[in-house]
Nanobody, 127 residues
Framework: QVQLVESGGGLVQAGGSLRLSCAAS???????MGWFRQAPGKEREFVAG????????YYADSMRGRFTISRHNAKITVYLQMDSLKPEDTAVYYC?????????????????????WGQGIQVTVSS
């Protein structure tokens, strides 16, 4: 089992920045962690991912350049730095963890690749 706790969401004006955090704990090892988001009336979409075993990061094409995923050096924690935010970035952001082994440099950019999910955290970008 893996427990995921997200933090750092909130309200920000367009053009601003936020940093989300996701701390993992529990008995199972997290081979990869990712961020997804879901806006009202839309499907959940992949944002960014990180593989602990290969130190490999990957992004949705639309997020690349504005969003950066990183990890804490000593904790099982990943961050999502979001810059130049737009109103269309408004969504509930979810952290996810994969407890199955990863394959070198494969991009786990789909929800079924992950086994555990956080409760989600609201990010609202005002215009």
């Amino acid at each position: 089992q893996v427990q995921l706790v997200e933090s750092g969401g909130g309200l920000v004006q367009a053009g601003g920045s936020l940093r989300l955090s996701c701390a993992a704990s529990g008995r199972s090892y997290s081979y990869a962690m990712g961020w997804f988001r879901q806006a009202p009336g839309k499907e959940r979409e992949f944002v960014a991912g990180y593989s602990w075993t290969t130190d490999h990061t990957y992004y949705a094409d639309s997020m690349r350049g504005r969003f950066t995923i990183s990890r804490h050096n000593a904790k099982i924690t990943v961050y999502l730095q979001m810059d130049s935010l737009k109103p269309e970035d408004t969504a509930v952001y979810y952290c996810a963890a994969r407890s199955r082994p990863t394959v070198d440099n494969r991009n786990y950019d789909y929800a079924e690749a992950y086994d555990y999910w956080g409760q989600g955290i609201q990010v609202t970008v005002s215009s």
